[in-house]
């Protein structure tokens, strides 16, 4: 379908691993003026874990219906967390749960998949813990659930669900293929030979381009939503591409973009495939663009929810002030807070040196391990060029401060909650203007290379 000019608002369906939004954001500045938010949460019970899909269509419904009269919006798009497929029936709907990726399978199950896999120097995609690979996802149910697979019809990647139940028209699309699922081979630009393993090729939906408009949203539901107009639908994106989107089309490779939320994703463009390690969370994604970048990550976001549980509120001064005693006396945490992912996957975390800390240096200590993990990513990919940060992580000065000083170049925060909305809105063709961001310049903070040294040899 053609694509009608002058999109004023975009509605975008965001759904991440923690929490699943919809906004609207204005196409001339990029802003949100509307926005409704609720958990993503998981079922237990049942054949295995499952997202609770139902209670996010309905939030999605009210939530576009409560912004179709004011502010009102011209188109929706779609981002959602990787590592997750839907498998639909013949009559369009959910023939399986959509498995939650944080299910660990058996083990009979697990070394079977390890086994069929491809080779890393195919896909580019390590092996994963739980059902972080889509692969091993498909694996396990069409392995451990024969009937209720037998009655798929097709298998669609995540955003593409909601794309798809919004239109009627079912896709698959590449950021999502090529996000560590097994399923993509980045350097052909094709299906893996997993696909075939798997006997699945005759169920994978067409693949469309994320800046593909599908079609307009059904009638019914349209009407249900309050719609006036036809309302076009955009194919979608998997939501850490969605951050990056933004600087591929503003800046000039070679630059690194760290996109922080549950999961703190790093994207080295301009870099190349060749030193990428397997065991050690460093894999290519595939841009909006379907070209492989080099990308490493770890659970940051989550580890940093844990910590300051455990930790408590700490005011921004203190933390400040606490961080030349926490690097003198070398107070560290070690690797790794949420096990079994990113640089050091098979340690557990460690306090050092931390009997008696008070909160606002263990919160200061927190912001080092997490600066920490992250140069060990941007190592990972050889990233070069500037460090933009985008997500929650851009509005934590300590951690931005020392980033700049390890990686000595310039960090870029952009602050804001609406990094993956903003790169979905894009697959609308608006070109918004620049937002705010604060450049951090390297400034030398004593102790520091001594302190990195001292963590570096505490694991060893």
């Known amino acids: 379908m053609s694509k009608p000019p002058g999109y004023r608002r975009i509605a975008v369906l965001d759904i991440g691993k923690t929490n699943a939004k919809v906004v609207v954001l204005d196409s001339q500045t990029g802003t949100e003026i509307a926005a409704a938010k609720t ?142 699922t097994d399923l ?51 194919c979608g994106i998997h939501d850490s591409n969605a951050s990056l989107l933004p600087h591929l089309v503003a800046r000039t490779a070679p630059f690194t973009v760290v996109s922080t939320g549950t999961w703190v994703v790093n994207f080295g463009v301009g870099g190349d495939l060749t030193h990428l390690d397997a065991k050690r969370d460093a894999l290519a994604n595939v841009d909006a663009y379907g070209r492989a970048v080099p990308s490493s990550r770890f659970m940051g976001g989550r580890e940093f929810e844990i910590l300051s549980a455990e930790i408590g509120n700490v005011p921004l001064k203190d933390v400040a002030a606490a961080l030349g005693p926490v690097i003198a006396g070398n107070l560290m945490l070690l690797p790794n807070v949420a096990p079994g992912s990113g640089p050091f996957p098979d340690r557990k975390r460690h306090w050092l040196n931390a009997d008696g800390a008070s909160p606002a240096q263990r919160y200061a200590a927190m912001c080092l391990y997490l600066t920490l993990m992250t140069e060990a990513c941007l190592g990972l990919i050889g990233a070069d060029g500037p460090v933009i940060v985008e997500g929650p992580f851009a509005l934590n000065e300590t951690y931005l401060k020392v980033l700049a000083a390890l990686m000595e170049r310039d960090v870029i925060a952009l602050p804001g909650s609406t990094g993956t909305s903003q790169g979905a809105a894009l697959l609308t063709g608006i070109r918004p203007a620049p937002g705010p961001e604060r450049c951090f310049t390297p400034a030398a903070i004593t102790g520091l290379k001594n302190y990195r040294c001292a963590w570096y040899a505490a694991m060893e």
């Open 39 to 180: 958990a993503n949460t998981v079922i237990r019970s049942g054949i295995y874990p499952r997202y609770d899909i139902e209670n996010l269509w309905g939030f999605a419904v009210d939530a576009l219906k409560s912004f179709a009269a004011k502010p009102g919006f011209d188109a929706i798009s779609i981002t959602t967390h990787g590592a997750s497929a839907a498998l639909l029936g013949a009559d369009g709907k959910l023939a399986m749960p959509v498995l939650d990726y944080e299910h660990e399978y058996p083990q009979e199950i697990r070394d079977a998949y390890t086994a069929l896999r491809p080779p890393f120097e195919e896909t580019y995609s390590p092996r994963q813990s739980m059902g972080l690979n889509v692969g091993a996802q498909l694996h396990y149910q069409k392995t451990a659930f024969r009937e209720e697979f037998a009655k798929v019809a097709t298998i669609v990647t995540y955003p593409q669900y909601w794309a798809a139940r919004l239109t009627g028209v079912t896709a698959n699309e590449l950021t999502s293929l090529g996000c560590h």
């Open 184 to 234: 993509w081979n980045p350097k052909t630009g094709e299906y893996s030979s997993l696909v075939d393993r798997l006997g699945i090729r005759n169920l994978m939906a067409p693949i469309r381009s994320a800046f593909d408009a599908l079609g307009h949203v059904l009638p019914d539901i349209a009407a249900e939503i309050g719609l006036a107009t036809e309302i076009p639908v955009y």
